[in-house]
Nanobody
């Protein structure tokens, strides 16, 4: 069993920054590729960022490149999502997940374990 707990969400004004954390337990964290997704009200869950188990070259949704940075600290069993220059359209519940199945890193169906999510609200 894998347990993921996100934290760090909140309310910020446009242009502000937040850093989300995803604390993992129950699985060898360094073996787990991780992803961040988000879901706005009335919309499907969408890919945000991906990082491999060893922290190799990350991947991002094209629309978020340059503003968001994914990272991880395997010694702390924690993944992070640094979000800068936030926009109102970034408002969503943000989830971290473990990529469990082979296939595209941006495919929500390739992830088996999910956290409960953390709300990010960006006001204009």
């Amino acid at each position: 069993q894998v347990r993921l707990v996100e934290s760090g969400g909140g309310s910020v004004q446009a242009g502000g920054s937040l850093r989300l954390s995803c604390a993992a337990s129950g699985r060898t964290f360094s073996n787990s590729a991780m992803g961040w997704f988000r879901q706005a009200p009335g919309k499907e869950r969408e890919f945000v960022a991906f990082i491999s188990g060893n922290g190799g070259t990350p991947f991002y949704a094209d629309s978020l490149k340059g503003r968001f940075t994914i990272s991880r600290d395997n010694a702390k069993n924690t993944a992070y999502l640094q979000m800068n220059s936030l926009k109102p359209e970034d408002t969503a519940v943000y989830y971290c997940a473990v990529k469990y199945y082979a296939g595209s890193y941006s495919d929500v169906g390739k992830y088996a374990y999910w956290g409960q999510g953390t709300q990010v609200t960006v006001s204009s």
